[in-house]
Nanobody
Framework: QVQLVESGGGLVQAGGSRRLSCLAS??????IGWFRQAPGKDREFVAA?????????YYTDSVKGRFTISRDNGKNTVYLQMEDMKPEDTGVYYC?????????????????WGQGTQVTVSS
């Protein structure tokens, strides 16, 4: 059983930065994805990173060039560095773990989910 704990959420002004962390047990064998859910909307894919070396990363178009996903296997942690944030980035951010490196943009790929952390971007 994998346990995932997100942290780092909070209130940030538009144009500002925030770093989210996802601490996971049994970590390095799992690909990790970040999803977000705004009020009244479906949970959407944000970014993902392959397991082990994390050599491959993926982003949804709206965050490319602004968000960076990375992993530190020694600390069992995946980070989501968010820059130049916009009000539309507001939502609950979830990290999730998958044994597969494929189809990481799909919610159904993931086997385990964290409880989420709220990010609010004010205009």
């Amino acid at each position: 059983q994998v346990q995932l704990v997100e942290s780092g959420g909070g209130l940030v002004q538009a144009g500002g930065s925030r770093r989210l962390s996802c601490l996971a047990s049994g970590f390095s064998r799992y690909a990790i994805g970040w999803f977000r859910q705004a009020p009244g909307k479906d949970r959407e894919f944000v970014a993902a990173i392959h397991h082990w070396s994390g050599a491959d990363t993926y982003y949804t178009d709206s965050v490319k060039g602004r968000f960076t996903i990375s992993r530190d296997n020694g600390k069992n942690t995946v980070y989501l560095q968010m820059e130049d944030m916009k009000p539309e980035d507001t939502g609950v951010y979830y990290c999730a773990a998958s044994e597969s490196n494929y189809y990481l943009h799909l919610r159904t790929t993931y086997d385990y989910w964290g409880q989420g952390t709220q990010v609010t971007v004010s205009s």
